[in-house]
């Protein structure tokens, strides 16, 4: 069982950086895949970053590719995500979420068996 608690979402203008932060309870966390996801209201959850348990691979959305990046402390049972030159379509509840390793469906919400409560990030024009 992993409990994921997300953290860093605001307020932002458009151009503007927001880091977030993904704790992880429990002592498996360097065992999962972690992944970010967003949702808008009346909108599918949709992938934003994912990274390997061992942090060797990332994978990214085109949407956000060069402008987030996605890491991940093992140590401290923390991922996060960086995110620069915010737009307002990035305005969402950012997720973060836990699964297995995978090489083909890091992009799919079904891959990931743990998920946080989100956290609210607008971007303002």
């Known amino acids: 069982q992993v409990q994921l608690v997300e953290s860093g979402g605001g307020l932002v203008q458009a151009g503007g950086s927001l880091r977030l932060s993904c704790a992880a309870s429990g002592r498996t966390f360097s065992r999962y895949l972690m992944g970010w996801f967003r949702q808008v209201p009346g909108k599918e959850r949709e992938f934003v970053a994912g990274?390997?348990?061992?942090?060797?691979?990332?994978f990214y959305a085109d949407s956000v590719k060069g402008r987030f990046t996605i890491s991940r402390d093992n140590a401290k049972n923390t991922v996060f995500l960086q995110m620069n030159s915010l737009k307002p379509e990035d305005t969402a509840v950012y997720y973060c979420a836990a699964g297995a390793d995978t090489y083909r469906d890091y992009y799919e919400s079904s891959t990931y068996l743990y998920w946080g409560q989100g956290t609210q990030v607008t971007v303002s024009s």
């Open positions: 990274i390997w348990s061992s942090g060797a691979r990332t």
